[in-house]
């Protein structure tokens, strides 16, 4: 009987898994989990490996000098990198137009006139007719009480421009009911003396003239070449509860593309350049183009060309292989949208703008591994056997899985890269890398509901939502409704919030749950199920996904409460068999590849005729 | 307003959104009473500076929610008061110097306080956010 513990080295995690093996009999014991230190594959690794091993020894009570052997997988630094870039702007020009929401514009209607300040309305001649602009630090009273006696000189405001969150309070201290929108921030820089629109939507409409082509031409007596110039702004207001247009001589909204570098993709004995700003459709459908890709490289001085760039330096640094011979062999390009403020904007109006994200992951097969065995074995004084290679381990462990069987498949959705492999009926293993995994789902959360906060973001990825809808309960996304017998904190009520084991967590958006739930579901499909089908697609015989018999998902995202569910349902449709890996029917996604290693050491790896596997001593 | 309301009219104080004083005495006042408008109550220290009242109601004006003003009990805390006599459970206190207490009717710690002396903006802020506990908004004050 010898005490022998396997330990997998992943990107984030390193999970090990003990057992007392008997002739051919293993007894698991104990298996723990730990942060990977350093990128995986290298000497830094060592640390977070003695870790997992001492926890694993005492959650099972043994004495560390009990510990005979420790198994460690071959494995290779795999090295992701994010980028994005936004590939669109919105500007406006001579501060033609403010299209904001103000959560309480005043009065409502449409309203036409000369732009006049508030302190200048004592002079406006009678029969006038004006929109007033009020500046900071106004009372609402003193507006009302000048707005009012300007109404009894025959002075005709028809509505109003503020800086302060007060149009409701003016409004409903006047003579006449006037639109009036609110909280523009940079009202100083509205244009005076000239001709402006003001139209304020009832509550829960929109504004239906100036978000309108003609609307706009027929209250600024435009001709139809004037219309066609305007028309960008009436789309870039459309959708909103209020808005102020300003016409000026040269003033208008642009929708520009941003020029933001080319991909300089190289495979299958030819090159093709792609430009980012063409979107993921366009990068993806180029990169099949050039399949296998065999190197990228990005345009220097561009986001994209420093991921590229950063990435490579990277691989640099761990294996000490110039930067010449480091290939970039897969990249993932997703489109998103990103809230970014208008350029020229009064109000501090945001508008969604296009950007490409995009994961490159490099490969090489050169390890340190046997380094970090040397450590190791040192630091823990046993035998410390290199006993296999990832993806083959990893596969025969996910087939302890009860209800399996060969050929079956794996998806490892892992935080940098999605891996995926095949055993075969003859026990042949395939497996593949290929670039995208949870922490670009994070990235695309962050960057879609503008939360700069990578925090937030993972919990958003991580935990269902719920709306807090009043101080004592909640309502869950699926609409199950929570009581609770405490009052909950006023700085979660009517937000809405994530659900995690430590309570509940406000998400810092303005937005509906309905659109945070989207754009999370969206940011996994778009990562997760894209990848499993592109990389099994890859492994799979003849590149056809209906010949695989059972997928097993592994790894960290295979406990996600919904990325499982859909990678089946993108699954089903070929007849796949696809469910969470349940190693040895105990162990849940988790620890395929350290309980893997050590059946593999004992002679009982699961599967067809196991190949002989390498074993280097390094004590 | 209708005969019979407990209404004084518009208070000067108060300003259009705000249903003005109550001043049926508390002994005939009945939450059932259908002539009791269902506003945010704001109770004042008689001696409570008027600009702090102007201001919290103006806040809660914005947010259009009407307020009503109530005379201060002859002892107890002022904010629990005004939320347990509020058919919206949303009351505001406001104490002599100034100090001022949210609550709601079902809670019982203060929702949200401001020590005397504490900004306009701020207590226009605060009366807001007494009026979106009402409308069910995330509170401003608390905004990260």
Not at chain 1, 149 to 174: K, Y
């Amino acid at each position: 009987m010898s005490l022998v513990i396997g330990v997998d080295i992943g990107n984030s995690t390193t999970e090990a898994c003990i057992a007392e093996v008997t002739q051919g009999e293993v007894g698991r014991l104990a298996s723990s989990l730990t942060a990977t230190t350093g990128v995986k594959g290298t000497p830094e690794n060592t640390t977070g490996a003695v870790t997992a091993v001492r926890r694993a020894l005492e959650v099972s009570g043994r004495p560390a000098d009990a510990l005979a052997t420790v198994l460690l997988n071959e494995a290779t630094p795999v090295i992701s990198g994010l980028a994005m870039e936004t590939i669109t702007e919105t500007i406006i020009t001579e501060s033609t137009m403010i299209g904001h929401n103000p959560d309480t514009p005043g009065g409502e209607g449409l309203g036409v006139g000369t732009t006049v300040a508030l302190d200048g309305l004592d002079e406006v001649e009678p029969g006038t007719t004006v929109v007033v602009v009020v500046g900071k630090g106004a009372d609402f009273d003193d507006v009302a009480h000048l707005l009012n006696r300007a109404f009894e000189r025959g002075v005709d405001v028809v509505a109003g421009v503020m800086h302060g969150d007060d149009a409701v309070l003016v409004v409903n201290r006047l003579q006449r009911r006037i639109p009036v929108v609110d909280e523009v921030s940079a009202v100083e820089k509205v244009p005076l003396d000239m001709l402006a629109a003001v139209e304020v939507a009832a509550p829960g409409r929109t504004i239906r003239t100036l978000s309108d082509s003609y609307g706009l031409a027929s209250t600024f007596d435009l001709d139809a070449e004037q219309t066609r110039k305007v028309s960008p702004v009436a789309r870039a207001l459309s959708g909103n509860r209020s808005a102020v247009v300003v016409r000026t001589p040269a003033g208008d909204v642009t929708d520009r593309r941003i020029p933001v570098g080319t991909l300089h993709l190289s495979g299958s004995g030819r090159t093709l350049d792609v430009g980012v700003d063409g979107g993921a459709d366009a990068i993806m459908e180029a990169i099949g183009r050039v399949a296998p890709l065999s190197d990228v490289h990005g345009e220097a001085g561009t986001h994209v060309g420093g991921m590229l760039a950063n990435v490579r330096d990277t691989m640099t640094d761990v294996t000490g292989q110039p930067a010449s011979e480091i290939r970039i062999r897969d990249v993932l390009a997703v489109d998103t949208m990103v809230p970014a403020t208008v350029r020229g904007g009064l109000a501090g109006e945001v508008h969604q703008e296009n950007a490409v994200a995009l994961a490159a992951m490099v490969r090489t097969s050169r390890s340190r591994m046997q380094a970090v065995a040397d450590a190791l074995a040192t630091e823990l004084g046993c035998e410390t056997i290199i006993g296999g290679v990832e993806g083959e381990v990893a596969v025969r462990g996910a087939l302890t899985t009860p209800g399996t069987s060969v050929p079956i498949a794996i998806i490892d959705m892992g935080g940098g890269s999605t891996d995926a492999a095949l055993l075969d009926r003859d026990g042949a293993v395939s497996a593949v890398h290929v670039a995208g995994a949870g922490e670009l789902v994070t990235k695309l959360i962050d960057s879609e509901l503008g939360l700069e906060d990578r925090e937030a973001a993972e919990s958003v990825k991580r935990h269902p939502l719920a709306k807090v809808e009043s101080f004592f309960h909640i309502r869950h996304e699926d609409g199950t409704v929570q009581f609770f017998t405490e009052p909950l904190p006023p700085h979660v009520f009517a937000k809405v919030v994530t659900v995690t084991p430590e309570g509940l967590a406000a998400v810092p958006v303005k937005g509906s749950l309905e659109s945070v739930r989207r754009v999370r579901r969206e940011a996994k499909r778009r990562v997760f199920v894209v990848n499993a089908l592109r990389a099994l697609a890859q492994v799979a015989p003849q590149g056809s996904l209906r010949l695989l018999g059972s997928v097993v998902l592994l790894g960290g995202s295979a406990l996600d409460f919904e990325i499982p569910g859909m990678v089946a349902d993108a699954l089903a449709p070929y007849g796949v068999v696809c469910g969470i890996g349940n190693v040895h029917g105990t162990e849940g996604p988790r620890n395929a590849v350290a309980a893997g290693l050590v059946d593999v050491h004992a002679g009982t790896a699961a599967g067809p005729a196991p190949e002989k596997v390498q074993r280097q001593a390094a004590s | 307003m209708t005969r019979g309301s407990p209404l004084s009219g518009v208070s000067a104080s108060g300003g259009p959104g705000c249903h003005g004083r109550i001043d049926r005495p508390l002994s005939t006042r009945d939450l059932a009473d259908p002539t009791m408008p269902p506003a945010v109550l704001v109770v004042a220290h008689h001696d409570a500076p008027p600009a702090v009242v102007r201001e919290v109601c103006a806040g809660a004006e914005e947010q259009g929610v009407p307020t009503a003003l109530l005379d201060p009990p002859r002892d107890g805390r002022l904010g629990p008061f005004a939320a347990r006599e509020s058919r919206l459970e949303v009351g505001v206190g406001i104490a002599a110097d100034g100090a001022v207490t949210v609550h709601h009717a079902l809670v019982p710690d203060a929702i949200l306080a401001l020590d005397a002396g504490a900004p306009a903006a701020d207590l226009r802020v605060l009366g807001a956010d007494a009026a979106r506990i009402v409308a069910g908004l995330p509170l401003r004050s608390l905004r990260r």
